[in-house]
């Protein structure tokens, strides 16, 4: 059965960068997709980004402003999310699990965290100077 394993969480301070790693065992992500979602503590879960197995298909959350980059490796053993001049407000827990591709492109997906599966136990990321 495929899990999931989030890691490359830490302390940065604001304007830092982090690379968030999401790796695939039992299974290799062949089909529908990943989604990377966070949570802060006392808010609701929200979607991040998304990408298709194959690459082709991605979306992100408009509070990411062109400052995440998510791809996936050619052997579809993990998925990747690139921060970059991260702000005190994505201090959050990160989480990845898997999706269909109409929960990354739907209106709205961000907030359909309850169609995902296989979620990992997530990393820590907190943006403070």
């Known amino acids: 059965q495929l899990q999931l394993a989030e890691s490359g969480g830490g302390l940065v301070q604001p304007g830092g960068s982090l690379r968030l790693s999401c790796v695939a065992s039992g299974d290799t992500l062949t089909e529908g997709v990943v989604g990377w979602f966070r949570q802060a503590p006392g808010k609701e879960r929200e979607g991040v980004s998304c990408?298709?197995?194959?690459?082709?298909?991605?979306n992100y959350a408009d509070f990411v402003k062109g400052r995440f980059t998510i791809s996936v490796d050619n052997a579809g053993k993990a998925v990747y999310l690139q921060m970059a001049d991260l702000e005190p407000e994505d201090t959050a827990m990160y989480f990845c699990?898997?999706?269909?591709?109409?929960?990354?492109?739907?209106?709205?997906?961000?907030?359909?965290?309850?169609?995902?599966?296989?979620w990992g136990q997530g990393t820590q990321v907190t943006v403070s100077s």
């Open positions: 990408i298709s197995a194959n690459g082709r298909t991605t």
């Open positions: 699990a898997t999706g269909t591709l109409y929960d990354c492109v739907v209106y709205g997906w961000t907030s359909r965290a309850e169609h995902y599966q296989n």
